[in-house]
């Protein structure tokens, strides 16, 4: 039901200040992440990769998302541009 806000959360707490968002996309069971930082943030883009992958759901029962893609990054010039999707894990009903 709040899934959408679970992500947003998510997202928040992990995200480097280092690291721009440009785009949150959340569409039923996926969401598509995109942003920017300089060219010499690799490691911090891994480190909010890696947070999303352990990122609990909101009742701390189990990980937030099923899958989370390994980034995808250009780096042009002193900027790099960073992307990456994570599904929901779906809730199983009673």
Same mark, same amino acid.
């Given at each position: 039901? &709040?899934?959408?806000? @679970?992500?947003? *959360?998510?997202?928040?707490?992990?995200?480097?200040?280092?690291? +721009?968002? @440009? +785009? $949150? &996309?959340?569409?039923?069971?996926r969401l598509d992440l995109?942003? !920017? %930082?300089?060219? @010499?943030?690799?490691?911090?883009? &891994?480190? $909010?990769?890696? %947070?999303?992958?352990?990122?609990? @759901?909101?009742?701390?029962? %189990?990980?937030?998302?099923?899958?989370?893609?390994?980034?995808s990054t250009t780096v042009? %010039?002193?900027?790099?541009?960073?992307?990456? !999707?994570? !599904?929901? *894990?779906?809730?199983?009903?009673?």
């Open positions: 039901k &709040y899934a959408s806000l @679970d992500c947003w *959360k998510a997202v928040a707490e992990n995200l480097s200040p280092g690291l +721009t968002l @440009d +785009t $949150f &996309y959340f569409n039923r069971s995109s942003g !920017t %930082g300089s060219g @010499d943030q690799s490691d911090e883009v &891994y480190a $909010f990769y890696d %947070g999303l992958r352990k990122a609990q @759901d909101a009742s701390h029962s %189990g990980l937030l998302f099923s899958e989370v893609s390994p980034p042009q %010039g002193n900027k790099m541009i960073w992307r990456f !999707t994570c !599904t929901l *894990k779906r809730s199983e009903a009673p």
